[in-house]
């Protein structure tokens, strides 16, 4: 029996162990999915076991994205990259890490048919999560990218980084079509981001990368004030694809059926 992980801290919350044991279930495979809640310490024993086959693979979630990657053995351009991890696995007996949130965030974009080519983003939050949102974006061509976080030398660090992109104050709002919150507020129910964002007027597409809850007060006032509002729940779900997907070799479904499992 092949074991698999997601590991954080918080992580009651990750639906990741509903929807790969789901997958693994329909395609037949002998497998077992599981979530650990562990700190910083217990990063090196877990990825060790991925080499001595204990462990077949590891989800990473926050706040771990950046720090488990001294313990990895090889990584994939989007994780270098973006230097974020989320999927690890051993490939040609080396330890690798790979980022699937970018390919996730994409493929929701084109699930809600929403096209970012030309459009000016802004983005909250400079958090873990940031560079595959940036990437992401930068790959389907938007034509301006701001970002703005409450601590500002963060922003400013991705923009060593990404120089492409554009820092904003915070509590700023700029003319947009597109707003990402990559801010960990809205995990917690009725938590709030105190800006107003609907000065930049209604038509606008709002994105929310939490995905459970499954709407944020963002995308709340988002809605009543005549915008297009969507949760990460498809960059999720593309998030675990890919790593389903890499780890298996299989491709599994997404149907009805699945997206029924994350909404219950
Ligand atoms: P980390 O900062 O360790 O990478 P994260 O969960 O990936 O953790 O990121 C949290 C993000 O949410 C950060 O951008 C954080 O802003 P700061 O860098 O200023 O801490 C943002 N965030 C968290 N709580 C917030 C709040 N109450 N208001 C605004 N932004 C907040």
Not at 222 to 230: F, P, S, T, V, W
Not at 245 to 257: G, L, R, V
């Amino acid at each position: 029996m092949k074991k698999y992980l997601v590991i954080g801290n918080p992580i009651e919350h990750s639906l990741s162990p509903t929807l790969h044991n789901y997958w693994i279930t329909q395609n037949k495979i002998k497998a077992i999915y599981d979530k650990k809640l562990i700190n910083e310490k217990e990063i090196k024993n877990i990825i060790s076991q991925i080499k001595t086959g204990h462990i077949s693979g590891v989800n990473v979630t926050v706040p771990f994205k950046k720090s488990v990657i001294p313990y990895l053995e090889k990584l994939s351009s989007e994780a270098n990259v973006s230097q974020s991890v989320n999927t690890i696995y051993l490939e040609d007996n080396k330890i690798t890490g790979h980022n699937t949130d970018i390919a996730g965030f994409e493929l929701s974009l084109r699930y809600h048919k929403y096209d970012v080519k030309d459009k000016k983003v802004l983005i909250l939050g400079a958090g873990g999560v940031a560079p595959s949102i940036i990437l992401g974006l930068k790959k389907m061509s938007a034509s301006q990218i701001m970002l703005c976080n409450r601590t500002k030398s963060k922003a400013e660090n991705l923009k060593k980084i990404y120089d492409y992109i554009d820092v904003v104050n915070w509590g700023d709002v700029p003319e947009f079509d597109m707003i990402v919150n990559a801010t960990s507020v809205g995990l917690k129910k009725n938590e709030e981001i105190d800006i107003n964002f609907q000065k930049s007027g209604p038509n606008k597409f709002y994105y929310d990368v939490i995905y459970n809850p499954r709407e944020t007060m963002f995308l709340k006032k988002a809605k009543e004030q005549g915008n297009i509002a969507e949760n990460g729940t498809m960059m999720f779900v593309y998030q675990a694809h890919q790593a389903f997907t890499i780890w298996h070799k299989t491709m599994p479904k997404i149907d009805e059926e699945t997206l029924k499992l994350l909404t219950k």
